[in-house]
């Protein structure tokens, strides 16, 4: 029986002070001021759920408490719903995709 595809990606827009972070900017070598920063996740929740789980400290990326804004879903909603294995791969992919556009990323 096929499992029940409800795994998300998603994508949380950080503040312009991330970039005052040495390790994220040394992650991001190819950033392009002006661009966005952002966080690239997966998870089994609704994202807005696990968006407000990270700003509360449940599990939380320390990027995404501190410098966490708004999800942005005009990045990644038109792929979710997704099996684990799907999410698994295209959070990966989102992830590089955005940073070869110039955007600051992390990822876990």
Not at 17 to 22: E, I, P, S
Not at 53 to 78: D, F, S, T, W
Request: aromatic share 12%; glycine share 8%; proline share 6%.
């Amino acid at each position: 029986m096929a499992r029940r595809k409800h795994h998300h990606v998603y994508v949380v827009e950080l503040s312009d002070d991330v970039l005052l972070n040495a390790r994220f900017m040394r992650s991001n070598p190819n950033y392009q001021p002006g661009k966005p920063c952002v966080y690239v996740g997966m998870t089994g929740l609704d994202p807005d759920v696990r968006f407000d789980k990270h700003k509360a400290g449940i599990q939380a990326n320390r990027y995404v408490q501190q410098y966490g804004q708004r999800l942005m879903p005009e990045l990644y909603a038109l792929y979710n719903p997704l099996s684990y294995d799907e999410a698994c791969s295209l959070e990966v992919e989102l992830g590089i995709d955005l940073r070869e556009g110039g955007f600051g990323v992390w990822q876990a």
